[in-house]
């Protein structure tokens, strides 16, 4: 199975408006689909731009104010993925769950309204003791009309344990979206997506948040850049780069995924890494 996967790097700016945030969501959907973009990515955090939104004093508002545009965040993108028949995934949103603690939710969209979702599992210190949040407690993988898929966000990607229990579980494609405020954690997460793929023969598809929110605390520094990347193995690139951004700048990238050469090399590849692990020294995550 052959597809057309998108990612875009986000760019955040101040605005005074919900409908300002989704008509540039909306630019991005409408220019990943006449792309022919089926499976389009959205950086982590991307909805902290709703933040810098003044309240009646001129002020931005509160971290934990996040979970009251829930409703209207799920809304736009399940219309927006309905109206131009692209799946997305709508970077994370901040949601509040049922014992009023704050989690960080990978979100998945399809135009028949379905949506799925993927708590964060490892926090960062920012996360934990500046916004107050608590990590999910599990990870799965989702069905899609282009196989299965996991979402596993950001820092999440640096832990090879959580990689190969998807793995595992069957996904062929993880997406990765983050959110990096310096050069050090953009190449943490880089560098860490690369190796998942050679570790478990998959595709990650990441991207990042760029741009700055001159108001908002922890979101004035943001280092992204967007990737497709496969293992690097014959028949794939030598780089094992399908398609990459420009740092910092404000765009989509778009490549295609072939599920069939994945089978390829996991069958008859130059290593065989998924194969050849070593399960009688380490646990067997299957």
Same mark, same amino acid.
């Given at each position: 199975?052959?597809?057309?996967?998108?990612?875009?790097? =986000?760019?955040?700016?101040?605005?005074?408006?919900?409908?300002?945030?989704?008509?540039?969501?909306?630019?991005?959907?409408?220019?990943?689909?006449?792309? &022919?973009?089926?499976?389009?990515?959205?950086?982590?955090?991307?909805?902290?731009?709703?933040?810098?939104?003044?309240?009646?004093?001129?002020?931005?508002?509160?971290?934990?104010?996040?979970?009251n545009y829930t409703e209207e965040y799920i809304e736009l993108?399940?219309?927006?993925?309905?109206?131009?028949?692209?799946?997305?995934?709508?970077?994370?949103?901040?949601?509040?769950?049922?014992?009023?603690?704050?989690?960080?939710?990978?979100?998945?969209?399809?135009?028949? &309204?379905? *949506?799925?979702?993927?708590?964060?599992?490892?926090?960062?210190?920012?996360e934990v003791n500046e916004w107050g949040m608590s990590a999910?407690?599990?990870?799965?993988?989702?069905?899609?009309?282009?196989?299965?898929?996991?979402?596993?966000?950001?820092?999440?990607?640096?832990?090879?344990?959580?990689?190969?229990?998807?793995?595992?579980?069957?996904?062929?494609?993880? =997406?990765?979206?983050?959110?990096?405020?310096?050069?050090?954690?953009? =190449?943490? *997460?880089?560098?860490?997506?690369?190796?998942?793929?050679?570790?478990?023969?998959?595709?990650?598809?990441?991207?990042?948040?760029?741009?700055?929110?001159?108001?908002?605390?922890?979101?004035?520094?943001?280092?992204?850049?967007?990737?497709?990347?496969?293992?690097?193995?014959?028949?794939?690139?030598?780089?094992?780069?399908?398609?990459?951004?420009?740092?910092?700048?404000?765009?989509?990238?778009? &490549?295609?995924?072939?599920?069939?050469?994945?089978?390829?090399?996991?069958?008859?590849?130059?290593?065989?890494?998924?194969?050849?692990?070593?399960?009688?020294?380490?646990t067997d995550w299957s």
């Amino acid at each position: 199975m052959k597809y057309r996967v998108g990612a875009v790097q =986000y760019k955040l700016e101040d605005i005074t408006s919900f409908d300002q945030f989704a008509h540039q969501v909306e630019h991005y959907v409408r220019c990943a689909s006449e792309f &022919g973009v089926q499976m389009l990515l959205f950086p982590e955090f991307m909805t902290t731009q709703l933040l810098s939104i003044p309240d009646d004093e001129g002020n931005p508002q509160p971290f934990d104010n996040l979970p009251n545009y829930t409703e209207e965040y799920i809304e736009l993108f399940q219309s927006l993925s309905k109206k131009y028949d692209v799946h997305i995934i709508g970077g994370t949103h901040i949601v509040k769950m049922s014992d009023g603690s704050l989690r960080n939710g990978a979100h998945y969209f399809s135009p028949k &309204g379905d *949506v799925k979702v993927q708590h964060k599992v490892h926090l960062t210190p920012t996360e934990v003791n500046e916004w107050g949040m608590s990590a999910g407690d599990g990870v799965e993988v989702f069905d899609t009309p282009f196989g299965k898929i996991a979402m596993l966000t950001c820092y999440d990607i640096e832990f090879p344990e959580i990689v190969r229990m998807v793995r595992a579980k069957g996904a062929d494609v993880i =997406y990765c979206p983050s959110c990096t405020d310096d050069q050090h954690g953009f =190449y943490r *997460v880089r560098y860490c997506c690369h190796a998942r793929t050679v570790e478990n023969q998959v595709y990650v598809v990441t991207t990042g948040t760029v741009g700055t929110l001159r108001n908002v605390d922890f979101m004035r520094a943001n280092v992204g850049k967007a990737a497709i990347l496969a293992p690097n193995d014959i028949p794939f690139p030598p780089a094992g780069v399908i398609a990459e951004g420009i740092m910092n700048d404000d765009m989509i990238i778009v &490549g295609d995924i072939d599920l069939s050469l994945l089978q390829d090399v996991r069958a008859k590849g130059a290593v065989m890494t998924w194969r050849d692990r070593r399960t009688d020294l380490y646990t067997d995550w299957s």
